[in-house]
């Protein structure tokens, strides 16, 4: 069974940074994209950034150049350093990934969420 478990949100003040990371476990034969996505209060899920295999990365125009995704494939983790940060980024955080678990196909799987909250 795949899991993505997550960790590193918490409460920062504008201006600050916090890092998420999010580590894909089970019995994965390979994993194709990786991101991270956010929802506010009231609002839709909305991509924040995505990396695939090759090192491709895509960027919410909100966050582009404060923001950096990075992953480790040795250990199936994606990293989120989040700089500069805003009252508007606050949200729960759920990363994503596109996985071939070994005797399936390619399918999403998604972490439980951590919340940021970024004050004024």
């Known amino acids: 069974q795949v899991q993505l478990v997550e960790s590193g949100g918490g409460l920062v003040q504008a201006g600050g940074s916090l890092r998420l990371s999010c580590a894909a476990s089970?019995?994965?034969?390979?994993?194709?994209?990786m991101g991270w996505y956010r929802q506010a209060p009231g609002k839709q899920r909305e991509l924040v950034a995505a990396?695939?295999?090759?090192?491709?990365?895509n960027y919410a125009d909100s966050v582009k150049g404060r923001f950096t995704i990075a992953r480790d494939n040795t250990k199936n983790t994606v990293y989120l350093q989040m700089n500069s940060l805003k009252p508007e980024d606050t949200g729960v955080y759920y990363c994503?990934?596109?996985?071939?678990?070994?005797?399936?196909?390619?399918?999403?799987?998604w972490g439980q969420g951590t919340q940021v909250t970024v004050s004024s």
């Open positions: 994503n990934a596109y996985i071939w678990p070994r005797g399936l196909g390619y399918s999403d799987y």
């Open positions: 089970g019995n994965i034969v390979s994993i194709n994209a």
């Open positions: 990396i695939v295999s090759g090192e491709t990365t």
